[in-house]
């Protein structure tokens, strides 16, 4: 039976081709002519599997002479991929090796011992020829090692915490309530140092290693994890720590460098002075000089200057004798040591 949509003729007739086949597969038969009995360990017959090889062949040499795929390469590889989860669950579920299918798997292990040696010798020599040319962890992908080493490690150091021991050597208890024991504590404060210490001197930021700005420890990203992460209790705890032990040698409490005794040495004490909200004495105004009528006692405005007093007098026709002028100046500006 002919139809006018195409799409629906070819969805009727792959549901005719499964129904068909399901029905020969379930009577023991070839699934291909419904004659025969299929071949021991196949799906298939002798005569339609051999007829079906040679359509094959014929196939993929026709297209190799085209210089075109034998298959659609994303399908092909989803295909693939399907067909060796579907092995892997069956071997799985039967004991046997994943790869050869043949000896049991190793015990904790989904291959067996001469498979999982055949895959180290790989492992091993393809990771030599990568570091051969010079190459990030041997040619691997170097996100998916660091991810599998992350994980790793996440593994290992629960292991050891429910152990009772030190998580970076595994073999002494932790020290103090923390999770890693003394000499460990001890290595790791005194290589934070040094690559502080080194960072510090090259004018790089003491956490990432990136550039800083007017010599600053941290660069800005680094800043505001910094702050985000640390409480203020704890700041201020360290800042009262570095104060005490600066004072004590003689020494800036700012930055560090010698202060005769004073807490902060002359360039620190000057900035503080001048960031302050302390009063600093009387203010420095500029002058004014007011203009008052004698006559009507009227003031005829307030000048910033004794040119604009003059051109007042001139404007109002009026002799210096018949006005009062009342200058007003800071008392500061007679100081001449003031800036």
């Known amino acids: 039976m002919a139809y006018?949509?195409?799409e629906v003729q070819r969805a009727r007739d792959r549901e005719r081709f499964r129904k068909r086949t399901a029905d020969r597969i379930a009577a023991g038969l070839c699934p291909l002519c419904g004659d025969r009995p299929p071949a021991s360990e196949r799906r298939a017959c002798d005569p339609c599997a051999a007829r079906r090889n040679k359509a094959s062949r014929?196939?993929?040499?026709?297209?190799r002479a085209e210089g075109k795929p034998r298959r659609d390469?994303?399908?092909s590889r989803a295909y693939e991929r399907e067909r060796?989860?579907?092995?892997?669950e069956r071997r799985s579920a039967l004991g046997l090796c994943t790869r050869c299918g043949k000896a049991p798997a190793a015990p904790d292990r989904a291959s067996c011992e001469p498979c999982l040696e055949k895959r180290r010798a790989s492992d091993r020599a393809k990771y030599a020829a990568g570091k051969a040319a010079g190459l990030p962890y041997g040619g691997a992908n170097a996100e998916a090692k660091r991810r599998a080493a992350r994980t790793r490690s996440k593994k290992r150091q629960k292991a050891r915490l429910d152990a009772g021991l030190c998580i970076r050597c595994g073999h002494n208890p932790p020290a103090d309530g923390g999770i890693t024991c003394a000499p460990c504590r001890d290595k790791r404060q005194a290589a934070e140092r040094d690559q502080y210490v080194a960072r510090r001197a090259a004018g790089l930021c003491v956490r990432c290693g990136g550039p800083t700005i007017d010599g600053l420890s941290r660069c800005a990203p680094c800043g505001a994890i910094e702050d985000a992460r640390h409480s203020p209790e704890r700041k201020n705890a360290q800042s009262r720590q570095r104060y005490a032990r600066r004072r004590a040698a003689g020494l800036c409490t700012d930055c560090g460098a010698p202060s005769q005794g004073a807490s902060r040495c002359t360039p620190c004490a000057e900035r503080s002075y001048h960031r302050s909200a302390y009063f600093k004495g009387i203010p420095v105004w500029d002058p004014s000089w007011t203009v008052i009528e004698i006559a009507t006692?009227?003031?005829l405005g307030t000048f910033d200057s004794e040119a604009d007093v003059a051109l007042c007098l001139a404007f109002a026709k009026l002799a210096r004798d018949q006005v009062e002028v009342l200058h007003d100046a800071s008392p500061m500006s007679s100081f001449t040591s003031w800036t």
């Open 84 to 88: 060796t989860r579907h092995e892997h």
């Open 4 to 6: 006018k949509d195409i």
């Open 73 to 75: 390469p994303v399908k």
């Open 297 to 299: 006692g009227e003031p």
């Open 58 to 63: 014929a196939r993929d040499a026709r297209l």
